[in-house]
Each structure stands twice: as C-alpha cells, then as structure tokens.
C-alpha cells in the first residue's frame, strides 16, 4: 500500500470549493479575454502568413509561347504599357485603340512585333464585333453577343467591359484563358463627387465576380486589377482631360436648377478641379507595378482573385487601404475618416 503525504494531496487536488470557483472564474475570463483578442488573431495570422507563402513559393508562371491575350484602351496609359509588358513577356497581342491610326497605336505596332492592333470604340457592338469576327480568323472559335447602348461613361467603363469580355468568352471558355478586369480602389471605396465612376467600377467588381463563380467550372480564372492613385503616370489628369472635366461640371451645374446653383455655387466647380489638379503631386509616377499585377494575372499558375495595387507616392495608398477597411468600419466612423483625409 502507497502512502500519500496528506499535506502534498491537499495542496494539489483538495482546493477548497470556493478557491476552485474562483480559480475556474478567473481561467474563463483570462479565456474569453485570450481567445479573441490573442489566439484567434494568431492563427488567422500564421494561416494567412503560411498560405502566403507556400502560394508565393509553388506558384509559376504559364509559358507565354502560342498565347494570345486582347487588351482594350491601348492608345495610352495602363492599357499601352501593358500590351508592351505583354509582348515583351512573349505573349501575342491584339491592341484594341480607339484610334488605330494614334501615335499610341502606330507606335505599338514599331516597338512589338508581337502585337496586333484593332480598332475598337468599346461603346459600339460593330467594332466589338468586327474584333471579334478578326480574332476567330486567328484563333479558331466564334460566338458573337449583342448589347444594349447605356449612358457613355458607364458604357465606356462597365458595358464596354462587359460587352467585350462576352464577345470573346467562347475563345477564353474554350482555351480555358484567364479574364483580368480593370477595376480601381474607387470599386471598394466610394467617394464624393465621383458617383459615376464609382458605380461604374462597382459594377465591374459584381460583374467579374459573378464571373469568376460562373466559370470555375470551365477552369477559367477571373482577376480583378485594383489600381490606387496612378493618375500623373497615365493621361487621365493631364491639362486637357482636367478642362474637359471643368466642362463637363460646369455643363451639368448650369442645367441644374436654380436651387442647387445657389446651394453649392461657383466654388464648388472650383474646389473639385483644384483637388483634382493637386493629386497629381501625390500620384505615383510609374505604372509597371500595374502592368506587373496584369501580366501575374495572365501568367501565374495561380492567379489570385484580386490585385489591389498601391499607387500613391509613399508607403501607403491610402484609397486602397480605406477600401479594405470599408467592410469592417461602421459607417458614420468611415464616413468621419474619408471626410478628414478629403476622399
């Protein structure tokens, strides 16, 4: 038979009920106070930390040779550099130029021989359907879908988005391509006086989402390129397209009634410009982590489904960075920030 020291037994096992109520008490808010606050950030941190890297590790890029990919809004900008990015890659080009005959255009054409330019007015069926028609000849498919004329901007931006994404989805659905979309930070953020645009780019976000679920089954990947601030870098805020702007505003102000001229007046017109104009300084200058992002899109092995891209001059572009926090913000508290910080 073991003896038990009684006084070892006791110290160890035969606490009194109260001193284990309280001890029990005391380990469940510890708990309650440590699970949320300290554990689960860790896991959901290390979970995140080691996907990111056995993806950054296993994944590889697809061999570019016999690939072609169409890029839309060629004669300048994000879409000018890119067909560049893609042919220098490898990759075969068709270049869609409003303007086929633009000094952007022409000097694709010089610099790459494996790009082809297209003319095409995103806005019109035809020029999408012509395209279409040109790329079958090269490519060896056909299906040609018809769609409906809305107001220009969102045309341009969401409907031509849509309607040549469709046009050519028989091709992508058949070589089990990719689809890269051209949102913005504006399509996780909305912001003042840019209601239009923010539709318009939300509208691609549900679009290319739906997308994505819809051709998983045909193993063909959707991505959605989010640029920040590349404003100065591409032509969008240049002198002339900041007087057309002025334009425009005015037009619109001058149709409005007599009561909201009073409201807002002058200054209002005024104060848009002017910040519009001031961004330029704070606007990244190079657009090759756009184009990086893009080509990943394309080439990756495993292309992720967004690509948030910071563009701002500086370590954080801070419309890419409110349009993450926009989900878990409570609105009058993201509304406070975005007036503060003039978004």
């Not at 994944?59 to 300048?76: H, M, N, Q, W, Y």
């Not at 395209?131 to 498919?141: D, F, I, L, P």
């Not at 032509?235 to 505003?249: F, H, L, P, S």
Request: aromatic share 6%; net charge neutral; hydrophobic share 40%.
């Amino acid at each position: 038979m073991i003896k038990v020291d009684q006084r070892y037994a006791t110290r160890l096992y035969g606490l009194p009920r109260l001193e284990v109520g309280l001890a029990l008490a005391v380990a469940t808010v510890l708990w309650s106070v440590f699970l949320p606050v300290v554990l689960l950030p860790l896991i959901v941190g290390t979970a995140y930390c080691v996907n990111a890297y056995f993806t950054a590790k296993y994944a590889t890029r697809e061999d570019p040779a016999g690939k072609f990919v169409l890029i839309t809004g060629c004669d300048s900008g994000i879409g000018y550099e890119t067909a560049l990015a893609a042919s220098k890659s490898g990759l075969k080009v068709f270049a869609c130029c409003l303007d086929s005959t633009s000094s952007g255009a022409c000097g694709l054409q010089e610099r790459s021989s494996n790009v082809q330019v297209l003319q095409m007015d995103v806005t019109k069926t035809e020029d999408v359907e012509a395209a279409v028609n040109h790329v079958t000849k090269v490519c060896g498919s056909q299906e040609v879908t018809s769609m409906e004329t809305f107001q220009r901007l969102a045309d341009v931006m969401l409907f031509g988005t849509v309607r040549v994404t469709k046009g050519f989805l028989p091709l992508i659905r058949k070589a089990k391509g990719r689809v890269v979309t051209m949102s913005s930070d504006r399509g996780m953020l909305s912001c003042r006086n840019s209601a239009a645009y923010c539709i318009a780019k939300h509208g691609i976000e549900s679009f290319s989402d739906v997308l994505r679920l819809e051709m998983a089954d045909f193993e063909v990947s959707v991505s959605i390129i989010q640029p920040g601030h590349f404003g100065a870098a591409t032509n969008i805020i240049n002198d002339k397209a900041v007087e057309v702007m002025r334009a425009t505003i005015e037009r619109d102000f001058h149709q409005a009634g007599n009561d909201v001229q009073k409201v807002y007046g002058q200054k209002s017109i005024d104060k848009v410009v002017e910040t519009c104009v001031a961004s330029r300084m704070s606007s990244a200058r190079d657009l090759q982590p756009v184009t990086d992002a893009i080509l990943d899109a394309i080439l990756s092995s495993k292309p992720a489904t967004r690509y948030p891209v910071h563009g701002m001059q500086g370590y954080l572009d801070w419309g890419i960075v409110l349009g993450h926090l926009r989900p878990m913000m409570p609105d009058r508290l993201m509304d406070r920030t975005m007036k503060i910080m003039h978004f």
